[in-house]
């Protein structure tokens, strides 16, 4: 099966980054996640690192800094 790859081609930074929000505004929330898990999986695998129990879902991470 063959994928289909496609392009955007941008004259400046300001340009393409304008295009990347407006795609993924378009995009439904849930759409959204599955994009960030689909990235995750692929650098999992480019990283051949240890696999981890939580790997199928969001890290929610929580800092408190206490202002001086």
Request: with cysteine.
């Amino acid at each position: 099966m063959k994928k289909k790859i496609w392009l955007h081609k941008c004259r400046t930074f300001k340009e393409a980054l304008e295009f990347d929000d407006a795609y993924y505004l378009a995009q439904s929330p849930q759409e959204r996640l599955e994009t960030v898990q689909i990235l995750r999986e692929e650098y999992e695998k480019i990283k051949k690192g240890k696999k981890y129990e939580g790997g199928k879902g969001l890290r929610r991470v929580l800092r408190l800094i206490k202002q001086i």
